[in-house]
């Protein structure tokens, strides 16, 4: 009887952990990631991102282009629309219910590619990569990229992993 009780309580406690583990990782945005990631001996990602594609993915649904091709779907409004945000917004594309702060001008977010980053968006957590891999943290491979970069996009043609990552490259300036 009581192994029983504390096999459903190790179960129980099992259980919970995990769940809340999961509700632990959210959406801060990418204006969270700008005070670190801005500063240009380090890289400044903020701006390659800002000056790139997925920033403003937001604002293409907004264009005649998108217009025309939401027109051809009878889709009234691209720009809210769960068929066209969900691959270009990371606030579009996610649960709400794991979105803290981040907003859906921001387009494709840092972390549609790198993971929702409110537990690993601590400078101590961020310096160890081990640790932040623990907390959420993704670096992206070509499986990523093919969640938004395939033949449900309406303009879709192909997609070269090294030309596209070329394309988007940010790094962090080697010492
Ligand atoms: C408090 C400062 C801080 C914040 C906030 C922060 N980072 Fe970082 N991040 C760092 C530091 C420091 C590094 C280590 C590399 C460096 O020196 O730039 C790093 C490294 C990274 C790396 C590379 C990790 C690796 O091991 O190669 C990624 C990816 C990253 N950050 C993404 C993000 C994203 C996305 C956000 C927002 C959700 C974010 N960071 C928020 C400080 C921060
Ligand atoms: C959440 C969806 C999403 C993910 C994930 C994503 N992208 Fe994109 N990407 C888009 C959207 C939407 C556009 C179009 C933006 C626009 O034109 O407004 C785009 C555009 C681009 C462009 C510019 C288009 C071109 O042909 O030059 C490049 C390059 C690119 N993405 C690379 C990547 C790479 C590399 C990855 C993975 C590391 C990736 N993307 C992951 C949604 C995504
Ligand atoms: C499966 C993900 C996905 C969906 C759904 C999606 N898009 Fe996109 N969209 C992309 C990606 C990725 C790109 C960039 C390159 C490409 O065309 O594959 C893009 C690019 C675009 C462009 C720019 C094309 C260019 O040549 O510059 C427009 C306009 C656009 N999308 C409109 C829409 C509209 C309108 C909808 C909704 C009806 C929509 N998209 C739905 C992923 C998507
Ligand atoms: C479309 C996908 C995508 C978006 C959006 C994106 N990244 Fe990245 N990021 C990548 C890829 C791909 C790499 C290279 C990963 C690798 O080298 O394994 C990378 C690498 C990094 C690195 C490590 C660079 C190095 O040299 O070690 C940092 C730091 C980083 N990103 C921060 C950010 C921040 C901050 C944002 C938002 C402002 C952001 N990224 C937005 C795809 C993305």
């Known amino acids: 009887m009581l192994t029983k009780r504390i096999f459903t309580l190790a179960l129980m406690v ?3 952990g995990s769940a809340l583990m ?4 959210k959406y801060i945005g990418a204006e969270k990631c700008k005070m670190c990631h801005i500063k240009p001996a380090t890289g400044d990602q903020y701006n390659s991102w800002l000056k790139g594609p997925h920033a403003g993915a937001m604002k293409t649904l907004a264009g005649d282009a998108a217009k025309k091709i939401a027109a051809e779907k009878g ?8 068929a066209c945000i969900s691959c270009h917004s990371t606030v579009g594309s996610i649960d709400a219910k794991l979105n803290a702060s981040a907003t859906m001008n921001e387009g494709v ?6 993971g929702p980053g409110s537990m690993y968006k601590g400078a101590s ?5 081990e640790q932040a891999l623990t907390k959420g943290m993704i670096l992206p491979t070509v499986e990523v990229c093919k ?5 449900k996009s309406p303009t879709f043609k ?4 090294a030309e596209m990552t070329a394309k988007i490259a940010h790094p962090v300036p080697a010492k």
């Open 14 to 16: 099992l259980f919970a």
């Open 22 to 25: 999961a509700q632990q990782f």
């Open 75 to 82: 889709i009234a409004d691209p720009t809210t629309d769960p």
């Open 109 to 114: 977010g840092c972390e549609s590619c790198h």
């Open 125 to 129: 957590i961020m310096k160890i990569q």
């Open 147 to 151: 969640t938004c970069h395939n033949d």
């Open 158 to 161: 192909s997609f070269n992993y």
